[in-house]
């Protein structure tokens, strides 16, 4: 079982930047794609972004192409998500999942909250 720490979120203004963090627990954590979600208030949770296992490739959703970098370094077994120009609808909970195609799998972690003033 892989257990999932997110971390890095916080108030920041439009236009501004943040970087995601999302630990991993477990060895077989390099085995797996990787994908960040987020959930806005009222929202269902939505996918964001999803990085394969070796890292050669990454899927965007149209909403944050461009500006979301997905990453991840397998010897730290973490992921990352750098966000810049942030929009006011970027507000969500941001969670890290195993991923397949664009549904996650595995277990959540307690997610970390994003919020972009106007």
């Known amino acids: 079982q892989v257990q999932l720490v997110e971390s890095g979120g916080g108030l920041v203004q439009a236009g501004g930047s943040l970087r995601l963090s999302c630990a991993a627990s477990?060895?077989?954590?390099?085995?797996?794609?990787m994908g960040w979600f987020r959930q806005a208030p009222g929202k269902e949770r939505e996918f964001v972004a999803r990085?394969?296992?070796?890292?050669?490739?990454?899927y965007y959703t149209d909403s944050v192409k461009g500006r979301f970098t997905i990453s991840r370094d397998n010897a730290k077994n973490t992921v990352y998500l750098q966000m810049n120009s942030l929009k006011p609808e970027d507000t969500a909970v941001y969670y890290c999942?195993?991923?397949?195609?664009?549904?996650?799998?595995?277990?959540w972690g307690q997610g970390t909250q994003v919020t972009v003033s106007s």
């Open positions: 999942n195993r991923i397949m195609g664009q549904a996650p799998i595995g277990s």
């Open positions: 477990g060895r077989t954590f390099s085995d797996y794609a």
């Open positions: 990085i394969s296992w070796y890292g050669a490739s990454t």
